[in-house]
């Protein structure tokens, strides 16, 4: 991508909730219990993260009876490459949150 | 299902709209998902997160700015046009107008978008739509201005409301004129949206041809207008002891030979294909009626309403100016300086609402005018089935390509 991207925490907690079990899809309440963020912050970052190809959305399937369509996302290969350094700088310093060094990498990624 | 859900529905659906095509499948995921999050505060913090989704992702279109500039202008209107005098039938009138001008402009633009697509033709399209929306709504509180004093108890004891000239059709206050203005007001605001949309396929010089020529027309017709419509004298400074007569004629001519201007210049800007030449011949003169129209009604009733609110103007423009048809007004108004006032005002007043009859009649000439063009256009391309020339998915580029 030719913009340069900015990546809060907020959106890197995002990816690394994601990242937890790639293949799962999650939903928005799962994964706002996950990040601790509320739905107006939320939704705004993964509908960015969807526009860059990192995350994929669909609707459910077979929705339970008396409930509607819930959306559902997944985190994409690209996602998991981009989130790779995160995860190397979390794993490098455990017990620790995303560093800046570590944001940086990933913006690099991203951009 | 219940009214009250069936209007959330509708609100909801209403809601979506404002938001991006491609974004409306985010807000519903977060109306889906706020079932699973447990009632009370919590759904309620989820919920107002969606709205803040929705107020973001609006806003972030390119159409917000001329929404809100819209939502200004109308805000701007209803606080000038709204009556703030006691009950009575203009009062009633003026709300009417405020509401259904507003409601009608804004429902137009959506329905119309959807129609005919969004404006097509340059920055001129999209100056004329302002304009034309402007103009409508700058006429509503002047129009109200005036159908205050036409509707205001006589002063000095003459009661200049009784003369059939005011209480005639097209000048008094009935509602079926209202509605007649109305509707006026809403094919004006059609017409123009759909000669400034993509679907219309107008090139750009049409429509600045038309907007010129209309800009002529109706700057001739206003200067006709509140100096007295109906060939009465004006005291005019700069033409003492004269009356407009020569103005009128002039304003005539123009008439017919704005949109006739209009159309060959649209057709010799224009000239392939035969049916695409023939479009722009028609809307280039329709555009000139319309917008000279515009023109005349807006400034014409604009100037009446301020010679209304600032006496030094009417008494200066209206000095020796009486009611036509009104005979020995002078000797009734002799020595009473309220009836006089009075007089002035109301003649001033009676002069707005020919305006309405120009707004009908100028259409339907340069429509007369257009007709005629097309057809001599048609039979000049002798072999030429004018379906059969039109490049399909639009002629827009070849034709200006050809009159570049």
């Not at chain 2, 009784?162 to 004129?177: A, D, M």
């Not at chain 2, 224009?270 to 319309?290: C, E, F, K, W």
Request: glycine share 10%; with cysteine; hydrophobic share 50%.
């Amino acid at each position: 991508m030719a913009t340069r991207s900015r990546l809060s925490a907020q959106t890197l907690s995002v990816l690394a909730a994601l990242r937890e079990e790639p293949s799962q899809w999650h939903h928005g309440y799962a994964l706002a219990k996950l990040t601790g963020l509320k739905s107006g912050t939320l939704y705004p970052i993964l509908i960015r993260l969807a526009d860059r190809g990192l995350v994929e959305a669909c609707w459910q399937d077979e929705p339970q009876p008396g409930r509607p369509r819930r959306h559902l996302y997944r985190v994409t290969a690209d996602g998991l490459a981009a989130a790779a350094p995160v995860a190397q700088a979390e794993s490098a310093r455990p017990g620790t949150r995303v560093t800046p060094t570590g944001r940086a990498v990933v913006r690099r990624a991203l951009s | 299902m219940s009214g009250l859900s069936r209007m959330r529905g509708a609100l909801a659906r209403g809601v979506l709209r404002l938001v991006p095509a491609g974004r409306r499948d985010w807000v519903a995921a977060v109306w889906a998902e706020a079932g699973e999050v447990p009632p009370g505060w919590r759904r309620l913090a989820w919920r107002a997160g969606g709205v803040r989704l929705v107020a973001r992702e609006t806003l972030q279109r390119r159409t917000t700015g001329v929404t809100l500039l819209f939502a200004a202008a109308a805000a701007l209107a209803v606080w000038a046009a709204w009556p703030g005098s006691p009950a009575g039938f203009a009062t009633s009138v003026d709300l009417a107008d405020v509401i259904t001008v507003v409601v009608l402009l804004g429902t137009l633009a959506l329905a119309t978008r959807r129609l005919f697509g969004p404006a097509g033709g340059g920055r001129t399209a999209k100056f004329l739509r302002i304009a034309v929306y402007a103009a409508i709504l700058a006429l509503i509180p002047a129009k109200n201005v005036v159908e205050q004093v036409l509707d205001a108890p006589p002063r000095g004891g003459i009661d200049l409301r009784l003369y059939r000239l005011i209480s005639g059709p097209g000048f008094g206050n009935h509602w079926k004129n209202e509605i007649l203005f109305l509707a006026v007001m809403a094919l004006y605001a059609m017409a123009i949206l759909w000669l400034t949309s993509q679907r219309a396929r107008l090139a750009p010089a049409t429509l600045v041809i038309g907007t010129v020529a209309g800009g002529a027309l109706g700057v001739a017709w206003y200067v006709v207008g509140p100096l007295g419509f109906g060939g009465a004298p004006a005291t005019n400074p700069w033409l003492p002891g004269s009356d407009v007569a020569p103005f009128m004629v002039l304003a005539v001519i123009l008439l017919f030979a704005a949109p006739i201007a209009a159309m060959v210049a649209a057709g010799m800007r224009y000239t392939a294909p035969a049916r695409g030449r023939i479009r722009q011949v028609v809307a280039a003169g329709l555009l000139t009626s319309l917008t000279g129209a515009l023109l005349a009604t807006v400034s014409g009733t604009g100037t009446i309403a301020a010679m209304l609110s600032a006496p030094w103007l009417r008494d200066w423009l209206y000095r020796d100016h009486q009611l036509a048809g009104v005979a020995g007004l002078q000797l009734l108004l002799r020595g009473n300086p309220a009836a006089l006032a009075y007089s002035h005002q109301i003649t001033a007043a009676t002069d707005a609402p020919p305006f309405l009859i120009i707004c009908v009649v100028f259409p339907l000439v340069a429509l007369a005018l257009a007709g005629l063009g097309s057809l001599g256009l048609a039979a000049s391309v002798p072999g030429q089935p004018a379906a059969q020339t039109e490049v399909p998915g639009g002629d827009l580029s070849s034709g200006v390509a050809s009159a570049t």
